[in-house]
Each structure stands twice: as C-alpha cells, then as structure tokens.
C-alpha cells in the first residue's frame, strides 16, 4: 500500500491554501500547513493529528521558517511537496507607495518564499526527491495592471526564481513549478488579504478606477472555482515530467497569448536597432 505524501502548504487558513488542504486531506495526504493564527486554521480543519499538523509561522522570519520545517518533519517523519502560497495584494502605483510598503510586500511575497525554499532543499536533496509549488499570479507574467507594479513585481521574482530552481535542483530529483492563477472566486481580495497606498494620488484615475474594480466588481465575481485548483494541483504533483510554468484559468491563458502577441509585435517592430548591435 502506497504511503500518502506529506504536503507543506503555506497561507492555508484561506483562500486557494485552505481549499487544497481541505482536498488535500480528503484524500488522505498528510499536510502541515501554516498560517499566522492556527485557531482559525484549527476552527477550520480540526486539531492535530497523524494526517494533520497545524504551524503558526511568521514566513519573513527565517529561524521560524526553519523551526516549523524541522517541526513538520519530525511529526512526519519525510516532507515531499511544498506549496509557496502564502502572500497578499499590494494596490497602488509606484510613485504611491512608500518604500515600507513595496518592501513589505516584497518580504512577504518574496523573501518570505525564498526562506522556505532555502530550509525546505536540504531534506529534498538528501531524499533526492520532491517538488516545490510556487504560487506566483498571471500578474507574474503580464504586468499591465495600473497600480499594481509593485505586487506585479514581486510575482515576477518568483518566477524568475522558480525557473532557476527547476535547472538548480533537477539533478537532485526535485522539481518546481511556478503557478500562474487568474481570478479564482477567494477571499484575495477582501480586506486582510490586499492593501491599498497609504496616500493615494487622485490623478491616477487609471490606477484608481482599476483599484475599485478589483474591490466591488471583481470580488465575489471571479470565474475560477479553487478547489478545481487544488484538483490540478494534486494531479500535476504526480506527473513525472510536469510544467516549470502552470497557468490557471481560462482568463490567464487569455493574458498570456496577450502578453505574447505584445511582445512579438515590439520585436519584430525594433527588430533592426535590435540586430544593429553586432560587433
């Protein structure tokens, strides 16, 4: 009989992290997964137990990131998928927002992925397998969203990272995915979940009626379900050749093509002054 994976699923007390560990359980995996207050994620889910195993985690801090590796591990007793989910929503242009904030949201979204994955490989490596989700936006591939440059940004870094990790890890068995959500109908963009500038420029009417679309249009009204997320997510964790780039939802293969076809068109556009250059 097969022994269930043990999955490590960060910011699982919402959202698409709380869908798929909710699936994830389901079918009998076993799952430590972390959050900034368990007795939500214990209100949700249940107390720990053989199948279960609740982390209270501060992701920026790396000691704490280390400690609940080590704790998830020796409940376990193995790890073998990691979900990089845990992040939030950053509104607001580049001139809006301060230094704190961008950064902010850069040690979240970013470094806080990164201290993971630096305290996650050293088991990986000495099992010699594994896999390494990245849950990154289709705001990581195209970045055309007034107001959003800074959140963009940090998406783009984990994809830039995450394609590195696939060749750094590959001779070790490991593999990685960066995954590219659209709007999945989750509590994302409520309160909690996203930010706006702390001192907001009216002349950005672009960014601003951008900004109250996402807050009264879109939320509650996005086209994706998450548990057929989680579904994915389970079904590509057992592929032995799977994607270093996963794009989820009919609206983020729409803003790929887009972001393509723009691309295309402004290289072929330049493409003499970007030829010109040969010595």
Same mark, same amino acid.
């Given at each position: 009989?097969?022994?269930?994976?043990?999955?490590?699923?960060?910011?699982?007390?919402?959202?698409?992290? @709380?869908?798929?560990?909710?699936?994830?359980?389901?079918?009998?995996?076993?799952?430590?997964?972390?959050?900034?207050?368990?007795?939500?994620?214990?209100?949700?889910?249940?107390?720990?137990?053989?199948?279960?195993?609740?982390?209270?985690?501060?992701?920026? +801090? %790396?000691?704490?990131?280390?400690?609940?590796?080590?704790?998830?591990?020796?409940?376990?007793?193995? @790890? !073998?998928?990691?979900?990089? %989910?845990?992040?939030?929503?950053?509104?607001?242009? @580049?001139?809006?927002?301060?230094?704190?904030?961008?950064?902010? %949201?850069?040690?979240?979204?970013?470094?806080?992925?990164?201290?993971?994955?630096?305290?996650?490989?050293?088991?990986?490596?000495?099992?010699?397998?594994?896999?390494?989700?990245?849950?990154?936006?289709?705001?990581?591939?195209?970045?055309?969203?007034?107001?959003?440059?800074?959140?963009?940004?940090?998406?783009?870094?984990?994809?830039?990272?995450? /394609?590195? @990790?696939?060749?750094?890890?590959?001779?070790?068995?490991?593999?990685?995915?960066?995954?590219?959500?659209?709007?999945?109908?989750?509590?994302?963009?409520?309160?909690?979940?996203?930010?706006?500038?702390?001192?907001?420029?009216?002349?950005?009417?672009?960014?601003?009626?951008?900004?109250?679309?996402?807050?009264?249009?879109?939320?509650?009204?996005?086209?994706?379900?998450? +548990?057929?997320?989680? !579904?994915?997510?389970?079904?590509?964790?057992?592929?032995? %050749?799977?994607?270093?780039?996963?794009?989820?939802? $009919? +609206?983020?293969?729409?803003?790929?093509?887009?972001? $393509?076809?723009?691309?295309?068109?402004?290289? /072929?556009?330049?493409?003499?002054?970007?030829?010109?250059?040969?010595?």
């Amino acid at each position: 009989m097969e022994t269930k994976k043990v999955w490590l699923v960060t910011g699982a007390s919402k959202g698409l992290g @709380l869908a798929l560990v909710k699936k994830l359980l389901k079918e009998g995996f076993r799952v430590a997964a972390t959050t900034r207050n368990t007795q939500s994620l214990i209100g949700e889910l249940g107390q720990p137990s053989e199948t279960f195993l609740p982390l209270e985690v501060k992701l920026t +801090d %790396n000691d704490d990131v280390k400690k609940a590796i080590e704790k998830s591990i020796a409940h376990f007793g193995q @790890l !073998d998928v990691v979900v990089n %989910n845990a992040g939030y929503g950053q509104i607001g242009t @580049l001139e809006e927002l301060t230094d704190e904030e961008a950064r902010t %949201n850069f040690d979240v979204n970013v470094f806080g992925v990164l201290n993971v994955i630096r305290n996650v490989m050293p088991y990986l490596r000495k099992q010699q397998s594994g896999y390494i989700f990245n849950i990154a936006s289709v705001g990581g591939y195209f970045g055309g969203f007034p107001g959003w440059g800074v959140y963009c940004a940090t998406k783009f870094a984990m994809a830039g990272f995450t /394609e590195s @990790l696939a060749d750094e890890i590959r001779e070790f068995g490991v593999k990685a995915t960066v995954v590219y959500p659209g709007y999945f109908r989750t509590d994302f963009l409520n309160q909690g979940s996203i930010r706006t500038p702390q001192q907001p420029i009216a002349e950005y009417e672009a960014a601003r009626k951008l900004e109250q679309a996402h807050l009264d249009d879109i939320n509650g009204n996005q086209a994706n379900d998450p +548990d057929k997320a989680a !579904d994915v997510l389970i079904a590509i964790s057992k592929e032995n %050749n799977p994607p270093v780039h996963l794009f989820l939802g $009919n +609206d983020a293969y729409e803003m790929y093509k887009k972001k $393509n076809e723009l691309i295309a068109k402004d290289v /072929e556009q330049w493409k003499a002054l970007t030829v010109s250059t040969a010595i």
